[in-house]
């Protein structure tokens, strides 16, 4: 009887020790799931930032770069269907839209170059400079992003924790980057 109690008593522990490992990954996989979500906020925000700069950018170019028109609209038309699918988790298409509107952005400043009157008015230089700053708040944001998915994602993909995760369901996540080689170089210029 002593023998079986003992057994007991070991397979209670056991099962408690188990239970105990399931709940502390369930809870870490949980706090990654929100770490992702947190970091994806700070990347809407930026974004937001971003798209709420381009119409007065626009809008000061506009005046000084007559042969531009068909730059300056495309601008206008991904800025609007970046709008469109914010807010909400990162997905393949917005993905695409930003890197358009990123490298539209970076042609447009190319571009700027052969405007030597809207380089000197003070409205743009403010403009662009604030641009800028959030170009780079965009790109620090991504980058934190990317590494709570990858947190994310190694937390789903390894033993034992992928058991736990397809259990609950957790999913791994997509990174949110370029996805193309034309949109890793840098835009030419054309006269």
Sequence with gaps: MEANTVAMV???VVVLVVLVMIAGIYNSLVAARQHV??????VDTELQRRHDLIPNLVSIVKGYMTHE????????????????????EATDEQARIENQLEGSLAQLRVRIENYPDLKASTNFMSLQSELIHTEDRVQNALRFYNGNVRDMNVKVQSFPSNMIAKMFGFRRKS?????TERAREAPQVQF
């Design 10 to 12: 070991i397979f209670g």
């Design 37 to 42: 979500r947190e970091s994806w906020s700070n």
């Design 69 to 88: 028109r068909e730059l300056l609209s495309l601008i206008v038309a991904l800025r609007e269907d970046a709008e469109r699918l914010r807010p909400g």
């Design 175 to 179: 990174y949110f980057e370029l996805r």
